[in-house]
């Protein structure tokens, strides 16, 4: 469920989830726009909020496909 990050050079190892101004701030990419889902001082609460995110464009994605 977890999308680590390839790259070497990011901080967080999850995408979405980058170090600014020493604090963690989660983001999303839907339909070619970005979202920002705040800044949090601890990594696992930026984490959450993405997956949070996640998990409702997903729920959203579902039901557009049973319409």
Do not use: H, P
Not at 11 to 37: C, E, F, M
């Amino acid at each position: 469920m977890d999308e680590k990050v390839k790259s070497k050079n990011a901080k967080s190892g999850y995408t979405g989830v980058v170090l600014k101004r020493n604090k963690w701030q989660a983001y999303i990419t839907y339909k070619g726009k970005r979202y920002s889902l705040g800044c949090y001082f601890d990594l696992q609460d930026a984490i959450d909020a993405r997956r949070k995110a996640k998990d409702l464009i997903r729920k959203d994605v579902k039901g557009l496909l049973g319409f």
